[in-house]
């Protein structure tokens, strides 16, 4: 049974951005143990529009020793602060969620609290004005802090992070082979055995990663795994996107901007813009949407718009037998937090933590499904909650979004929020504190209480406190150049094809 041997040899079906990360992570970290192919076809067309990441990712290009300079300068990259949110309270209202954390904790308390209660001695200064990241995002400038104090991300080019990582892989020892797989060969144990190409030829693994996007072709149409279907909670089903010139400067943060029936994304990089309509078609034709997002970009357009049908969930297991899936294959939440590509090194980073080594166990099965459930019932819990926590009633959409039940756990952490000003956040969480409070906040829910440490600082004493953090974010602020100054420094593109 292949369950009871050693995995030596790893296939990789389906490339893009999924697929490539892994041949490179597996082919760099456990080159010397394994070997790694990576099955590609060049007729299948990668959904490639995951343009934007969070801090992260920049972890998994330390693993990988990626030179930040020639990444950026490969991916026509930019960089991102975090996201403005643009009529998702109420239409004319917008807020962030920036990376990094607020002002100043303490052990007892996160500085919200202080916060809340400078609100009371008349200090009326928006959360945002404690935040380095969002007065940089408001002030478009960026620069590497010391000691990596100043929170970041990238906005890439998916198409060429995908070129960029398989050169990593293959100068590490992935091997690729092209052609499409036909048929799925199991063992008597239903353990995946072998691919079969179109040209006939059969490919043996021993531990299999499914790339293959929405398809599942090995997780869901060989090993029937099943899937968890969220789309009662994330109703939007539908994107279309669009790549169009610059017009302007790229700025430092992704721009999510609500719609009536869904929110339009903008994601400038050094050469160009990403553009895309998230919707649920059962609110508007893929026609109406197609032409609202058209109304509502600048620039000469690119490419052509592109329709990209999903259905929220995932996977029942995403290591089931002896096949791991990753990206789209493993299952799908939606694009409002760019979580995607964070998703995928996490499944990278636990397989190769829990790496079956000398045969594939139950143990690291169990363990790695649970890890990845938790995470990404967290994360699904924080997109619900930028779609159910909302003042607009203007459309039907947004009507059903406000009036939804939600689950339990969003529930539990809106109720504490709002009755004592605290967030706790768990193991395997990627969104912590400052993120649950920037967006709660931003979406109109106000604690009734703040955490009595705060009445222990004499009020001069909070005032200046206050005032002193806005005058170092400040000051901070000035020195710091423009986001497109220091990417003509740091890793200007020169090739624009």
Same mark, same amino acid.
């Given at each position: $049974?292949?369950?009871? !041997?050693?995995?030596?040899?790893?296939?990789?079906? %389906?490339?893009?951005?999924?697929?490539?990360?892994?041949?490179?992570?597996?082919?760099?970290? &456990?080159?010397?143990?394994?070997?790694?192919? *990576?099955?590609?076809?060049?007729?299948?067309?990668?959904?490639?529009? %995951?343009?934007?990441?969070?801090?992260?990712?920049?972890?998994?290009?330390?693993? *990988?020793?990626?030179?930040?300079?020639?990444?950026?300068?490969?991916?026509?990259?930019?960089?991102?602060?975090?996201?403005?949110?643009?009529?998702?309270?109420?239409?004319?209202?917008?807020?962030?969620?920036?990376?990094?954390?607020? =002002?100043?904790?303490?052990?007892?308390?996160?500085?919200?609290?202080?916060?809340? @209660? %400078?609100?009371?001695?008349?200090?009326?200064?928006?959360?945002?004005?404690?935040?380095?990241?969002?007065?940089?995002?408001?002030?478009?400038? #960026?620069?590497?802090?010391?000691?990596?104090?100043?929170?970041?991300?990238?906005? &890439?080019?998916? %198409?060429?992070?995908?070129?960029?990582? @398989?050169?990593?892989?293959?100068?590490?020892?992935?091997?690729?082979?092209?052609?499409?797989?036909?048929?799925?060969?199991?063992?008597?144990?239903?353990?995946?055995?072998?691919?079969?190409?179109?040209?006939?030829?059969?490919?043996?693994?021993?531990?299999?990663?499914?790339?293959?996007?929405?398809?599942? &072709?090995?997780?869901?149409?060989? *090993?029937?795994?099943?899937?968890?279907?969220?789309?009662?909670?994330?109703?939007?089903?539908?994107?279309?996107?669009?790549?169009?010139?610059?017009? !302007?400067?790229?700025?430092?943060?992704?721009?999510?901007?609500?719609?009536?029936?869904?929110? +339009?994304?903008?994601?400038?990089?050094?050469?160009?813009?990403?553009?895309?309509?998230?919707?649920?078609?059962?609110?508007?034709?893929?026609?109406?949407?197609?032409?609202?997002?058209?109304?509502?970009?600048?620039?000469?357009?690119?490419?052509?718009?592109?329709?990209?049908?999903?259905?929220?969930?995932? !996977?029942?297991?995403?290591?089931?037998?002896?096949?791991?899936?990753? =990206?789209?294959?493993?299952?799908?939440?939606?694009?409002?937090?760019?979580?995607?590509?964070?998703?995928?090194?996490?499944?990278?980073?636990?397989?190769?933590?829990?790496?079956?080594?000398?045969?594939? !166990?139950? /143990?690291?099965?169990?363990?790695?499904?649970?890890?990845?459930?938790?995470?990404?019932?967290?994360?699904?819990? #924080?997109?619900? *909650?930028?779609?159910?926590?909302?003042?607009?009633?203007?459309?039907?959409?947004?009507?059903?979004?406000?009036? $939804?039940?939600?689950?339990?756990?969003?529930? +539990?952490? $809106?109720?504490?929020? @709002?009755?004592?000003?605290?967030?706790?956040?768990?193991?395997?969480?990627?969104?912590?504190?400052?993120?649950?409070?920037?967006?709660?906040?931003?979406?109109?829910?106000?604690?009734?209480?703040?955490?009595?440490?705060?009445?222990? $600082?004499?009020?001069?004493?909070?005032?200046?406190?206050?005032?002193?953090?806005?005058? +170092?974010?400040? +000051?901070?602020?000035?020195?710091?150049?423009?986001?497109?100054?220091? &990417?003509?420094?740091? /890793?200007?593109?020169?090739?624009?094809?």
């Amino acid at each position: $049974m292949i369950g009871d !041997r050693a995995v030596r040899n790893v296939v990789i079906v %389906g490339g893009g951005t999924a697929g490539w990360m892994a041949a490179a992570s597996l082919a760099k970290i &456990l080159g010397k143990s394994i070997s790694v192919t *990576l099955i590609e076809s060049d007729e299948i067309v990668t959904v490639g529009v %995951g343009e934007a990441t969070v801090p992260p990712l920049i972890q998994l290009h330390c693993y *990988l020793e990626i030179n930040e300079q020639e990444f950026l300068a490969f991916v026509k990259g930019s960089i991102k602060l975090g996201i403005s949110f643009e009529n998702w309270k109420n239409i004319n209202e917008n807020y962030g969620h920036m990376f990094g954390k607020p =002002g100043k904790s303490t052990w007892a308390a996160d500085f919200q609290h202080f916060w809340l @209660r %400078g609100k009371e001695l008349g200090v009326h200064n928006p959360l945002s004005d404690y935040s380095l990241e969002s007065k940089a995002a408001q002030h478009n400038k #960026f620069i590497h802090m010391p000691n990596a104090s100043l929170n970041y991300a990238y906005h &890439l080019d998916a %198409g060429f992070y995908a070129k960029f990582l @398989r050169n990593i892989a293959e100068k590490a020892g992935a091997s690729r082979i092209e052609g499409t797989v036909v048929n799925v060969a199991l063992d008597e144990d239903d353990y995946i055995k072998s691919i079969e190409l179109a040209s006939g030829q059969i490919v043996e693994g021993d531990l299999f990663i499914d790339c293959s996007g929405f398809r599942g &072709l090995l997780i869901e149409q060989a *090993l029937h795994t099943g899937y968890e279907d969220w789309s009662h909670w994330l109703p939007c089903d539908t994107a279309v996107a669009v790549q169009t010139e610059s017009v !302007r400067d790229p700025v430092p943060y992704t721009r999510a901007i609500a719609h009536p029936a869904g929110w +339009q994304w903008q994601i400038p990089l050094q050469h160009r813009v990403g553009n895309g309509l998230v919707y649920c078609s059962r609110y508007i034709s893929d026609d109406d949407a197609k032409k609202l997002l058209l109304e509502n970009i600048d620039g000469r357009l690119i490419t052509e718009p592109k329709i990209i049908k999903y259905r929220t969930g995932q !996977r029942l297991k995403h290591w089931n037998k002896n096949c791991v899936a990753l =990206g789209l294959a493993s299952g799908f939440i939606e694009p409002l937090e760019s979580t995607s590509i964070h998703l995928i090194f996490r499944g990278i980073l636990r397989l190769i933590q829990m790496f079956p080594s000398a045969g594939i !166990r139950a /143990c690291d099965v169990d363990e790695y499904n649970e890890q990845m459930k938790v995470e990404i019932l967290n994360v699904r819990d #924080f997109i619900i *909650l930028h779609y159910h926590l909302t003042n607009r009633t203007d459309s039907p959409f947004w009507q059903y979004c406000k009036n $939804m039940e939600i689950p339990e756990s969003l529930e +539990q952490r $809106m109720r504490m929020f @709002r009755e004592t000003g605290k967030v706790f956040v768990k193991s395997y969480e990627l969104f912590f504190e400052s993120s649950w409070i920037q967006v709660m906040l931003g979406q109109g829910l106000i604690p009734e209480n703040y955490h009595p440490v705060a009445n222990e $600082m004499p009020a001069d004493d909070l005032v200046k406190f206050l005032a002193d953090i806005r005058a +170092q974010v400040n +000051q901070t602020l000035q020195k710091m150049p423009t986001h497109k100054d220091y &990417l003509d420094f740091y /890793c200007k593109a020169t090739d624009w094809n």
